[in-house]
């Protein structure tokens, strides 16, 4: 297998990469007054601007002639298609499929799976307007006001952020809560204020077998069944959505309250499946079909677009050019608009568990840096908090800024201070400010010459720090598809080129494994000998301080 450090591109892109770090983003902005232009990409419902990179044309051409040699766009049409592109679980690639809306015929082991999507969907909708019309009632015959889902990660993370990111959208007939973590203080949490006889359980898990999942489950059936005194009580308030079917049913599911997903959904890309159907009782099935719309504009313009017009292409290669090329080691995910509070959160799951790998689909380890890690939060609170960093630390993080041209909530006077913050910051973060400008500044100001030697050095920003901005018309149910889907194949591109299998997450396995051993031995109160030192005297502390008042 040909390394991608033997391709003639990647070794171009080697050489460029010690020339640009010389060069200053400032400048090539005052040589160029067509920098914008040549660096944007303008969506139907958004604009990407990438022009505040550390690239020219050359770069970005020799970025897009890695993306050929890598055959990024056979890859693509694999994945579309249904090749078993997850090669490391044999499995095909189609969340895609989920929001194929027009409808085309996908076969997949000779059986089309656009006629399973539509069944599910029409499943789903369904039960969204029994439970949303009050027709679904509880054991006592209630309607539901409350649901519940319990799942973590891809079966948490993608519900979650999108209905944070929709709340203006819901007509408050449902309220829609999240448990994810096993610390039982999150769901005694959320229950503590609900009437067992108005709330409906989701409990959402691809596998059914994952821990932390099952055990709220258990919690939450105990809870239903203290208050309704009637095992039978379970089938009108639990539903499940998984891959396993046999597990649901074993723990108890009513088998008319399953509903399906597949092995081709990977968790992280599933909230296209049923999986988000909290997003649906939340919103209305409609709006969840909007949701499905706008992905799948995205997939339209990732399949059809070609490479140097193509946003998730051109957002994989600047990832690949900033962290594995100019040496970044994290990235920052800055909205600024407080609908996407959650999107670094669910990004962090969406490109860290895909990307987060250091062997090649062969099992050869890389000899270059893969993604970076991702951090980030609200813009404007980062602005007070860690913006600090980006401005004058010694490591450079490149960063997505996300915004919005309409708010979902128009409060008068605050958009335009909160836009001119988006503006401002990217700008500062290019250009900088150099110690001569500090000092004149400084000087205008009337400081004296000591103090303006003084404070000079620290006022420096060296700027040349670069972004991406991604400008929303308005968040909506179809531009927050639009968006997420934009992530996904960015995710899907850099995996490509980084010769990673994006589709597989073995690196959760070990600490699951370990933390099962570990568990019974916390029950038991036998701790293996074999420990390390420092995991058995902690697990030693623990037990002895459990038993201790303090
Ligand atoms: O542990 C990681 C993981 O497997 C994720 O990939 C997945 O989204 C999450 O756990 C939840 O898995 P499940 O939906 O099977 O409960």
Redesign the pocket.
């Known amino acids: 297998m040909t390394m991608r450090t033997s391709l003639n591109s990647w070794q171009a892109l080697e050489r460029h990469a010690q020339k640009m770090k010389q060069q200053h983003m400032s400048e090539l902005f005052s040589l160029d007054k067509e920098r914008f232009n040549k660096f944007s990409i303008k969506l139907p419902t958004m604009l990407l601007d990438y022009s505040k990179n550390l690239v020219t044309s050359d770069t970005m051409h020799k970025l897009i002639a890695l993306a050929k040699e890598c055959d990024i766009e056979s890859w693509r049409d694999k994945m579309f298609t249904g090749e078993r592109i997850n090669k490391t679980e044999d499995r095909a690639v189609l969340h895609t499929a989920l929001r194929n809306r027009k409808l085309s015929p996908l076969l997949l082991d000779g059986e089309n799976i656009t006629d399973y999507v539509e069944l599910a969907l029409a499943k789903m909708k369904a039960f969204t307007e029994q439970v949303r019309h009050g027709q679904w009632k509880g054991y006592s015959g209630k309607r539901i006001t409350d649901v519940v889902n319990i799942?973590?990660?891809?079966?948490n993370l993608g519900p979650q952020m999108v209905t944070e990111a929709l709340k203006q959208y819901s007509d408050d007939s449902i309220t829609v809560h999240y448990v994810s973590n096993v610390d039982g203080t999150q769901i005694a949490n959320v229950l503590r204020p609900l009437d067992p006889e108005k709330v409906l359980f989701i409990v959402?898990?691809?596998?059914?077998?994952?821990t932390e999942?099952m055990t709220n489950a258990k919690t939450a059936v105990k809870w239903l069944v203290s208050s309704s005194f009637d095992e039978k009580a379970v089938s009108k308030h639990f539903v499940a959505v998984s891959a396993n079917k046999e597990n649901a049913i074993n723990f108890g599911i009513d088998p008319d309250n399953i509903f399906d997903m597949w092995d081709w959904v990977g968790?992280?890309f599933s909230l296209w499946s049923a999986i988000g159907l909290p997003i649906a009782l939340d919103l209305g099935f409609d709006k969840f079909i909007e949701l499905l719309e706008g992905a799948h504009e995205i997939d339209e313009h990732f399949s059809q677009a070609p490479l140097e017009a193509n946003a998730p292409v051109i957002l994989a290669l600047l990832s690949v050019w900033n962290c594995t090329f100019l040496g970044a080691k994290s990235q920052a995910i800055l909205p600024y608009d407080q609908s996407l509070h959650m999107l670094c959160a669910y990004m962090q799951?969406a490109e860290m568990?895909s990307n987060g790998k250091s062997v090649t689909w062969e099992g050869i380890e890389v000899d270059y840096p893969t993604v970076p890690s991702i951090w980030g939060g609200v813009g404007i609170n980062g602005q007070h908090a860690f913006y600090q960093y980006l401005h004058q630390s010694n490591n450079v993080v490149p960063a997505d800024f996300i915004g919005s041209v309409e708010s979902v909530t128009p409060v008068k006077g605050h958009h335009e201070t909160l836009m001119a913050n988006f503006f401002a910051q990217t700008q500062a973060l290019m250009n900088g400010v150099d110690e001569q400008q500090v000092r004149e500044d400084l000087k205008a100001k009337g400081r004296m010459a000591d103090y303006v030697d003084k404070v000079a050095p620290h006022k420096v920003h060296k700027g040349n720090r670069p972004t991406n901005t991604i400008l929303i018309k308005r968040i909506s149910p179809s531009t927050i598809g639009s968006l997420i889907a934009l992530y996904e194949h960015k995710i899907f591109a850099q995996g490509i080129i980084l010769q990673i299998c994006s589709f597989d997450?073995w690196g959760?396995e070990l600490g699951?494994g370990l933390a099962n051993k570990i568990e019974a031995e916390l029950r038991t109160g036998v701790v293996n000998p074999a420990h390390d030192s420092s995991t058995k005297e902690l697990i030693h502390y623990f037990q002895t301080m459990k038993s201790t008042t303090v």
């Open positions: 799942g973590v990660g891809g079966s959402s898990s691809k596998t059914f077998t994952t999942t968790g992280r799951q568990e997450q959760v699951k």
